[in-house]
């Protein structure tokens, strides 16, 4: 059964695949991407349909699942594994843990695949658990450039709640001077989203650290920002 819908999967974005999405698609990444070439809503419609078969599997079977999806490491089955683990938040538990870590791990290979997984699957975790926000703060200090994007992506929803900020301070610390460009979009982003709710608090963290920040992860934090307050930070 399992192998069967995998199969039917890849079959079904083969059909709705075309070669100018594809082509398209591939010129947002720097690095070489896997890409059938099908656009985002035919995914999302092609994952809802084949997760209607199995939402009444044991978690660990849809895990699984989800896991055979990432491994094959095209974009379109990523987003369909995303997606589903996304849709068991309600059972999600602390053992879930090293699964997810292991995906970012082993899977994530691009900002887009890192962004699915971590905003929705990782951010409901750590939000429904507080506990593993310090792993994030180990993954901020790895050599692996998609795990120190994954500690500061995966707060984008619970900061943008106004959630652990203290904890969105001491990551962007961690990562304040990192020389990746894709590191530092995620934590200005990070830093975006808690200005929301903590505008103050985040302001007062940039204009503190904006010598050391670079410009890149600058803009993105002050993005949402009065215009005063963006120009006044941008000064040098």
């Not at 089955?77 to 683990?85: G, L, P, R």
């Not at 934590?187 to 302001?203: C, D, N």
């Not at 803009?219 to 930070?233: F, N, T, V």
Request: hydrophobic share 35%; with cysteine.
């Amino acid at each position: 059964m399992a192998t069967k819908i995998i199969s039917e999967i890849r079959d079904e974005l083969k059909d709705n695949a075309d070669d100018l999405t594809r082509e398209s698609g591939k010129r947002f990444f720097k690095e070489e991407v896997k890409l059938y070439g099908v656009k985002t809503a035919a995914v999302s419609k092609i994952g809802k349909k084949y997760f209607a078969q199995i939402k009444d599997k044991e978690k660990k079977e849809i895990f699984a699942l989800c896991e055979e999806l990432l491994s094959s490491g095209y974009m379109e089955e990523s987003f369909i594994a995303c997606n589903w683990s996304y849709y068991l938040h309600d059972k999600y538990a602390p053992s879930d843990y090293p699964v997810f870590e292991s995906w970012v791990e082993k899977y994530v290979s691009n900002w887009a695949a890192c962004d699915t997984l971590c905003n929705h699957t990782i951010g409901t975790f750590v939000e429904k658990f507080p506990y593993y926000v310090k792993n994030l703060k180990r993954w901020s200090k790895t050599k692996n450039r998609w795990m120190r994007r994954a500690s500061a992506v995966s707060l984008i929803l619970p900061a943008r709640r106004g959630l652990f900020l203290k904890d969105v301070f001491e990551i962007s610390d961690i990562l304040l001077k990192d020389p990746d460009d894709l590191v530092q979009k995620g934590y200005g982003w990070m830093l975006k989203e808690a200005s929301k709710a903590h505008q103050k608090e985040v302001y007062s963290y940039i204009i503190a650290n904006k010598k050391e920040m670079p410009r890149t992860a600058l803009r993105y934090a002050i993005e949402k920002m009065p215009q005063e307050l963006k120009k006044k930070a941008m000064e040098k």
